[in-house]
């Protein structure tokens, strides 16, 4: 089985900050492990992936994400934040004994940066 | 949203009626996938499938059918059967081998209202 929560609903940090939006994971064997934007009204656009290989993935959008075998986790981060980062973010997560394709979404944080 | 189509963007449909929502893409990618998107609870798995004429059940697939007659179409029909079927509906696509193995593609989604 496999299973990703998102600790917080909500984030706000104040622009020009640094961000973290956490996400830890759950499988059996080894992750694969995304990052998904989504803008008010629109699909999910994706962020960066760790599939294997070095622990720090950069992405899109100059955001970053560190995978963390022994604590189960995957935060997603950025070292200074832009008002147009507001948007709500999905962490997901599929095992690699799964069926390719069937990957487990969390249930979301809503990312608010004020100017 | 990439090589994705939703239609239609905003869907009204009276209680007791089927609707069929309408996903196609243009991006070659064998695996197809179904969610539905509540306030609150991230994705939800509705159906996918990873091959023409081939599809499996997600997670809440009860009150909902689909059909892969071609690898650029999967409609989803939301019937009768579906005791609360308003939400936000989102389609997505991804290959199942290669570099992009399972990094999904989203449509723009399609807002369903029942009156």
Redesign the interface.
């Known amino acids: 089985a496999q299973s990703v929560a998102q600790p917080e609903?909500q984030v706000n940090v104040a622009e020009g900050n640094p961000l973290t939006v956490k996400c830890t994971y759950s499988v059996s064997g080894n992750p694969?492990l995304?990052w998904?934007v989504q803008y008010p009204?629109?699909?999910?656009?994706?962020l960066l992936?760790y599939?294997t290989g070095d622990n720090l993935v950069k992405g899109s959008y100059g955001f970053e994400a560190e995978f963390n075998k022994s604590q189960t986790s995957f935060h997603l981060k950025k070292p200074s934040a832009l008002v147009s980062d507001s948007a709500l973010y999905?962490c997901?997560v599929?095992d690699m004994g799964t069926?390719?394709?069937?990957?487990t979404?969390?249930?979301?944080t809503t990312l608010t940066v004020k100017p | 949203d990439g090589g994705i189509t939703q239609s239609p963007k905003y869907l009204f449909r009276k209680e007791g009626q089927n609707v069929t929502l309408s996903c196609e893409q243009n991006l070659n990618h064998d695996a197809m996938y179904w969610y539905r998107q509540d306030p609150g609870q991230g994705l939800r798995l509705i159906y996918y499938s990873q091959i023409v004429n081939d599809f499996q059940k997600g997670d809440i697939a009860e009150g909902y059918s689909v059909s892969r007659e071609k690898k650029e179409s999967f409609p989803l029909t939301v019937t009768s059967a579906q005791k609360n079927p308003t939400a936000f509906y989102l389609c997505a696509s991804s290959e199942l081998s290669g570099a992009s193995t399972d990094t999904q593609y989203f449509g723009p989604g399609t807002r369903l209202t029942v009156l």
């Open positions: 609903d694969y995304f998904y009204n629109r699909g999910l656009q994706f992936k599939i999905f997901a599929r069926n390719a394709g069937k990957s979404f969390g249930d979301g």
